[in-house]
Nanobody
Framework: VQLQASGGGEVQAGGSLRLSCAVS????????MNWFRQAPGKEREFVAG????????SYADFVKGRFTISRVSAKNTVYLLMNSLEPEDTAVYFC???????????????WGQGTLVTVSS
């Protein structure tokens, strides 16, 4: 099973990035795909999740309508569009699958390798 995250980089505050996570090696996609992030010295935290079949989404409160999670089923790929980025969003972003709706890292099943997002002020 492989979750390949990409799209990270450095952007100035107020800018945008779109992260991608391509899933391979699963006979069927887990029920949920999620994005987490981990800033230096902090615990990994939930950012957003999407129920694969229905496309129903959930977000952490700090997203404040700035981020959008989506998926393209035909490509087995989930995206995270991040707008109005703030320096506090600087972190390594991970995609992860889960069988249930989660809001903590403990509930995730498979993890991608992470992609670094750096937001400069």
């Amino acid at each position: 099973v492989q979750l390949q995250a990409s799209g990270g980089g450095e952007v100035q505050a107020g800018g945008s990035l779109r992260l991608s996570c391509a899933v391979s090696g699963l006979t069927t996609i887990d029920n949920f795909m999620n994005w987490f992030r981990q800033a230096p010295g902090k615990e990994r935290e939930f950012v957003a999740g999407i129920k694969w079949r229905e496309g129903k989404t959930s977000y952490a409160d700090f997203v404040k309508g700035r981020f959008t999670i989506s998926r393209v089923s035909a490509k087995n790929t989930v995206y995270l569009l991040m707008n109005s980025l703030e320096p506090e969003d600087t972190a390594v972003y991970f995609c992860a699958s889960s069988n249930e709706k989660v809001n903590t890292a403990a509930g995730a099943r498979y993890w991608g390798q992470g992609t670094l997002v750096t937001v400069s002020s």
